[in-house]
């Protein structure tokens, strides 16, 4: 069954560095999304992506965010100068286009990021 | 968007049936009901989506009934795995933003 992967699982970061968040959705879906969940808490949507642009992002994704498919397979989310409360697990999850079959969003396993 | 309550924790044995009951006042006539399933420190997981009636899959049914005010996901014989949160989504199908909204969810615990 083919799947959404994450790479790296685990990033630690200092305060104020910037890091890169990859992620391959499945093969042949084209709308992409970015969540994250801080510990114990909800999972909250930060943006979509469709058509190699934004379609819809949260009040969460200021200007330190940005995303970015830099070619045919990957899928980045970019945090240029990480804050502590930027500490969570952040999902990437795809869905197919056609809408008239399930609009199910697939997710991959995250990548925990610690900002110290 | 319609908003969703469940439960916020449930216990289980081994080998029961589990129902968790989502509430969905404020459904729309275009929304879908979707379950998802997170185990901790991984993604959620797609388990189940349905309009009206009675949908079933190989890993669980989900009941709504004619009002579509509720819905209620049925897992059959729960083994220890099945410990994870559930969470119940309401949204419209095939729309073209798509972003998901995610409640609290309810913290199954299934024990031995």
């Known amino acids: 069954e083919p799947e959404v992967t994450q790479t790296p699982s685990h990033q630690v970061t200092q305060m104020g560095q910037e890091v890169i968040l990859r992620c391959v959705p499945i093969s042949n879906h084209l709308y992409f999304y970015w969540y994250r969940q801080i510990l114990g808490q909800k999972v909250e949507f930060l943006v979509s992506f469709y058509n190699n642009e934004i379609s819809e992002k949260s009040e969460i994704f200021d200007d330190q965010f940005s995303v970015e498919r830099p070619d045919g397979s990957n899928f980045t989310l970019k945090i240029r100068s990480t804050k502590l409360e930027d500490s969570a697990m952040y999902f990437c999850?795809?869905?197919?286009?056609?809408?008239?079959?399930?609009?199910?969003?697939?997710f991959g396993p995250g990548t925990r990021l610690t900002v110290l | 968007l319609a908003k969703t309550t469940q439960p916020i924790s449930m216990d289980s044995y081994e080998g029961q049936e589990v129902n968790i009951t989502c509430s969905h006042n404020n459904i729309a006539t275009n929304d879908y009901i979707t379950w998802y399933q997170q185990f901790p420190s991984q993604g959620p997981r797609f388990i189940i989506q349905?309009?009206?009636t009675k949908v079933t899959n190989e890993v669980a049914s989900l009941f709504i009934p004619a009002d579509r005010k509720s819905s209620t996901l049925s897992l059959p014989r729960v083994s220890l795995s099945d410990t994870a949160v559930y969470y119940c989504?309401?949204?419209?199908?095939?729309?073209?933003?798509?972003?998901?909204?995610f409640g609290r969810g309810t913290q199954l615990t299934v024990w031995p």
């Open positions: 349905g309009y009206k």
């Open positions: 999850a795809s869905r197919t286009r056609r809408e008239h079959l399930s609009d199910t969003q697939y």
């Open positions: 989504l309401v949204g419209v199908r095939g729309s073209t933003l798509g972003r998901l909204y």
